[in-house]
């Protein structure tokens, strides 16, 4: 019989496997880049949309080019997240160096960005990490920020576990009447998951301490889902995601975004995806899911996130699947296709199993470490035949 303890041990064999694959990505995405970018120099900036209580506003994105994920430096980080290719990978860019992204992403503004309601700040990890980048030139960034715009709120990217009252409070006295929102991965309401599927190990009290210290200073968090993680059967990532959006919902957050997995380059999803070993989520997964929420009423609105948001993706979801996923974003209710509000609104009913799941990723593991593909046969674009999970899982 399977003890409480044997399963701890299993649950660490399979986090550490994991982590190493996940570290080896890394390390081939150090290798492939010849040059880094100047430091100097913000990835890109972007228009999007803010909601604002009911109302839709204009939410300036710009996305700085950061030192790098901490978390992907001393794990190997998220399965799914390709972002740390992005970066300059584990070197230093300076204080300065970054004020001087801002500065070029805030000149020269159209007269929308100029205006936007929201500024939101991405540097591809956490803001609030002092590894990432220091916390007093984080003041000086905002400090900065607010003299050249007049954002009403102000959003940063960040881990849950970087959210403390001593930053929050100065932050608090900083930003004087203007708001403040952190997007943070919450990933999945299943602790299991989060640790063996996605390597974003919290506990619920963490999450929960956050919260509470955003909440005390009125502040804001908008948490991201990800759906159809690595690991999982399609029926499980559907239970997964309703029930995560279920446990979250009371939780008075601004909004609830879902993340659609994408296979990005140097990632375990994509070792996975280029095994037959993994496919991101199906076209009757994604519907499911938005024929969910537009029959359900949450109290928290609920989105998806464009997959153009991701870095460099394999495979796109249809430009119907798009078009869908924008009239539900939007809740334009000529555009919803009849379709979503006829598919039966699904109960989850496919919890995941902590033993089959361990089996699954060790026996996925195993196939991965049978089959180790070379470099050079990356980024060529070729697709390997992919087939469902289920189609594999034990
Ligand atoms: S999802 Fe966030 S925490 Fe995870 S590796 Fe990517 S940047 Fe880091």
């Given at each position: ?42 990835l890109f900036k972007e228009l999007r949309i803010a909601h604002v209580g009911n109302t839709l506003a204009n939410r300036l994105a710009l996305f700085l080019r950061g030192k790098g994920c901490a978390w992907a430096e001393a794990s190997g980080g998220c399965t799914f997240c390709g972002f740390w290719s992005a970066t300059n990978m584990g070197t230093e860019v300076r204080g300065e ?298």
């Amino acid at each position: 019989m399977r003890t409480l303890k044997n399963m701890d041990f299993e649950i660490t064999l399979t986090r550490g496997r994991v982590r190493n694959f996940m570290k080896e990505c890394r390390k081939q995405a150090a290798t492939s880049k010849a040059t880094r970018p100047s430091t100097t120099t913000p990835l890109f900036k972007e228009l999007r949309i803010a909601h604002v209580g009911n109302t839709l506003a204009n939410r300036l994105a710009l996305f700085l080019r950061g030192k790098g994920c901490a978390w992907a430096e001393a794990s190997g980080g998220c399965t799914f997240c390709g972002f740390w290719s992005a970066t300059n990978m584990g070197t230093e860019v300076r204080g300065e160096d970054l004020i001087e992204q801002i500065r070029k992403s805030l000149s020269h503004l159209s007269d929308q960005e100029a205006s936007a309601w929201e500024l939101a700040l991405y540097n591809d990890g956490s803001l609030l990490d002092p590894q990432e980048i220091k916390f007093e030139s984080l003041i000086e960034i905002v400090k900065f920020a607010k003299g050249m715009h007049g954002f009403k709120r102000l959003v940063l990217e960040c881990k849950i576990s970087d959210i403390t009252e001593e930053k929050i409070s100065v932050l608090a006295e900083l930003l004087g009447d203007r708001g403040l929102l952190l997007a943070v991965g919450f990933e999945s309401s299943n602790p299991l998951v989060r640790d063996v599927c996605i390597n974003k190990p919290f506990s619920d009290s963490a999450f929960q301490r956050a919260l509470c210290i955003l909440k005390k200073y009125h502040f804001d968090m908008t948490a991201l889902i990800i759906v159809q993680p690595p690991f999982l059967t399609e029926d499980e990532s559907y239970t997964e995601v309703i029930k995560t959006i279920q446990y979250l919902d009371d939780k008075r957050l601004q909004r609830i975004d879902l993340e659609l997995t994408t296979v990005q380059p140097f990632t375990l999803v994509e070792q996975l995806w280029r095994r037959g070993l993994y496919s991101p989520p199906s076209k009757k997964l994604i519907e499911k899911v938005l024929a969910w929420i537009v029959q359900t009423e949450t109290r928290t609105p609920v989105f998806i996130s464009p997959v153009k948001y991701s870095p460099a993706v394999l495979e796109m979801p249809s430009s119907e699947l798009n078009d869908q996923i924008a009239a539900v974003n939007t809740r334009n209710a000529y555009q919803i296709s009849d379709r979503l509000m006829q598919i039966e609104k699904l109960v989850p009913q496919n919890p995941v199993q902590a033993t089959r799941l361990l089996q699954r990723i060790n026996e996925f593991l195993n196939l991965l470490e049978m089959s180790s593909l070379p470099l050079e046969k990356r980024n060529t674009g070729s697709k390997l035949k992919s087939f469902r999970t289920e189609d594999l899982c034990v």
